[in-house]
C-alpha cells in the first residue's frame, strides 16, 4: 500500500527566504507526483506535476523534484513572500492505468513579513 | 481552464438527516469524478471513485451505503451523506478528470450537530 509522509509538518520562516518541503513515497512505481498547495477551509490548487520520467519541473519561483527510485520529491520556493502561507500537500498517482491520488499530510507554511 | 464547483459550500445539520453535496464540471466533461474527505489536520483521503453511467466504486472501509454517489451527467456527481452523525462532519472535496488531469472543487464543509 502506498503511503506518502511530508516532512515537515510545519514550517515558519521570515520573508524572503529559501525554503525546501519534502516528500516520500513508499512504492517508487509511480505514474506522476503532483505539488498541491491547499489555503484554508479551500479546496485544492495543482501547482506542478512531474512524470514518472522526469526529474523537475519549474514554475516562476516554484521548483519540484523527483527521485523515483528513492521515493523522494522536493518542493523548493525561492525568495518566500507572505502570500505563499499554505499547506503544500504531495500526491501520486500509481503506475497501472489507476487515477487514483495518495496525498501526504501535508506541510503547512507561514511565511512572516 | 478547467473548473469544478461544489454546492453548498457549507452546510450545517442535525444528526439523523440527509445531506447531499454537489460536484460539478463547469465547462468539461467528465466521466470519472472522484469524492475525498479531510478532517482537521489530516490528509485528503479517497472515499469513492464517481463512474458516469454507472455505480461508483468505494474505497476500503467506506460504507456505500451510507455515501450515496449518483453520476447522472458527464458534468455532476453528487455525494448523499445519509442519516449523518457527528462524526461525519468534515471537509468533502472533489476532484472531476480532464486529459488525466484531476481538477478539485472548493470543498464543502460539514458539520453535524
Known amino acids: 500500500k502506498q503511503e506518502v509522509t511530508q516532512i515537515p509538518a510545519a514550517l515558519s520562516v521570515p520573508e524572503g527566504e529559501n525554503l525546501v518541503l519534502n516528500c516520500s513515497f513508499t512504492?517508487?512505481?509511480?505514474?506522476?507526483l503532483q505539488w498541491f498547495r491547499q489555503d484554508p477551509g479551500k479546496g485544492l490548487t495543482s501547482l506542478l506535476l512531474?512524470?514518472?520520467?522526469?526529474r523537475e519541473q519549474t514554475s516562476g519561483r516554484l521548483n519540484a523534484s523527483l527521485d523515483k527510485s528513492s521515493g523522494r520529491s522536493t518542493l523548493y520556493i525561492a525568495a518566500s513572500q507572505p502570500g505563499d502561507s499554505a499547506t503544500y500537500l504531495c500526491?501520486?498517482?500509481?503506475?497501472?492505468?489507476?487515477?487514483?491520488?495518495?496525498f501526504g499530510k501535508g506541510t503547512k507554511l507561514t511565511v512572516n513579513p | 481552464g478547467a473548473v469544478v464547483s461544489q454546492h453548498p459550500s457549507r452546510v450545517i445539520c442535525k444528526s439523523g438527516t440527509s445531506v447531499k453535496i454537489e460536484c460539478r464540471s463547469l465547462?468539461?466533461?467528465?466521466?470519472?469524478m472522484f469524492w475525498y474527505r479531510q478532517f482537521p489536520k489530516q490528509s485528503l483521503m479517497l472515499m469513492a471513485t464517481?463512474?458516469?453511467?454507472?455505480?461508483?466504486?468505494?474505497e476500503q472501509g467506506v460504507e456505500k451505503d451510507k455515501f450515496l454517489i449518483n453520476h447522472a451527467s458527464l458534468t455532476l456527481s453528487t455525494l448523499t451523506v445519509t442519516s449523518a452523525h457527528p462524526e461525519d462532519s468534515s471537509f468533502y472535496i472533489c476532484?472531476?478528470?480532464?486529459?488525466?488531469?484531476?481538477?478539485f472543487g472548493p470543498g464543502t464543509r460539514l458539520l453535524v450537530l
Open positions: 512531474i512524470q514518472s520520467s522526469q
Open positions: 464517481s463512474n458516469e453511467g454507472s455505480k461508483a466504486t468505494y
Open positions: 512504492d517508487s512505481a509511480i505514474y506522476n
Open positions: 500526491a501520486v498517482i500509481a503506475q497501472g492505468g489507476s487515477e487514483k491520488l495518495v
Open positions: 465547462d468539461f466533461q467528465a466521466t470519472t
Open positions: 476532484s472531476a478528470t480532464r486529459r488525466g488531469t484531476q481538477y
